[in-house]
T-cell receptor
Framework: DTAVSQTPKYLVTQMGNDKSIKCEQN?????MYWYKQDSKKFLKIMFS???????INETVPNRFSPKSPDKAHLNLHINSLELGDSAVYFC?????????????FGPGTRLTVT | GENVEQHPSTLSVQEGDSAVIKCTYS??????FPWYKQELGKRPQLIID?????GEKKDQRIAVTLNKTAKHFSLHITETQPEDSAVYFC??????????FGTGTSLTVIP
């Protein structure tokens, strides 16, 4: 019955590795997002996808790439991981219609790069 | 693009007192203003929202006010309880579902 789910919940890996985080929503929403939350708790938008089209990319390094196989999934791939990538990554989704609606967040993935 | 500022960054209140968190936004096209609460180790969750055609909205101990002219909106929590302790985020959104979040306020309610 989970609305937005992410896997894995925790991810510990070494510098230079490539990893992926998966996100799925069962709400029938049109738009999905990825956020990075650092140790200061800032929520930084990384990407959003609307009907498989990237519509936001906020100066994120190209080592990060979102991939959306279908409307219910938005996965995050990270290449050549760096120490500064350590953070909690949240997936979210919302319905793309007027007026704007709330975003539903996933439980988060805590990424630790050693 | 939109710029959302949030103050204060930390707030401590005694149990039973009120807490107020303020946000300002820059783009007059923003028309939806949600507030999210994030408890330690949990996901952000919507607690209340307001649209640009409304000046105030209440839900039990929580209220939000919006001043479109001044481009600011505030979250008011009355009769605070220890379980209100969390990080609170404001956000502004407009057509296209682009959300812009504030930098968060860490609220501590002291028993």
């Amino acid at each position: 019955d989970t609305a937005v789910s992410q896997t894995p919940k925790y991810l510990v890996t070494q510098m230079g590795n490539d990893k992926s985080i998966k996100c799925e929503q069962n709400l029938g929403h049109d738009t999905m997002y990825w956020y990075k939350q650092d140790s200061k708790k800032f929520l930084k938008i990384m990407f959003s996808y609307n009907n498989k089209e990237l519509i936001i990319n906020e100066t994120v390094p190209n080592r990060f790439s979102p991939k959306s196989p279908d409307k219910a999934h938005l996965n995050l791939h990270i290449n050549s991981l760096e120490l500064g990538d350590s953070a909690v990554y949240f997936c979210a989704s919302s319905q793309d219609r007027l007026p704007p609606r709330e975003q539903y967040f996933g439980p988060g993935t805590r990424l630790t790069v050693t | 693009g939109e710029n959302v500022e949030q103050h204060p960054s930390t707030l401590s209140v005694q149990e039973g007192d009120s807490a107020v968190i303020k946000c300002t936004y820059s783009d007059s096209a923003s028309n939806y203003f949600p507030w999210y609460k994030q408890e330690l180790g949990k996901r952000p969750q919507l607690i209340i929202d307001i649209r640009s055609n409304v000046g105030e909205k209440k839900d039990q101990r929580i209220a939000v006010t919006l001043n479109k002219t001044a481009k600011h909106f505030s979250l008011h929590i009355t009769e605070t309880q220890p379980e209100d302790s969390a990080v609170y985020f404001c956000a502004a959104s407009m057509i296209g579902n682009q959300f812009y979040f504030g930098t968060g306020t860490s609220l501590t309610v002291i028993p």
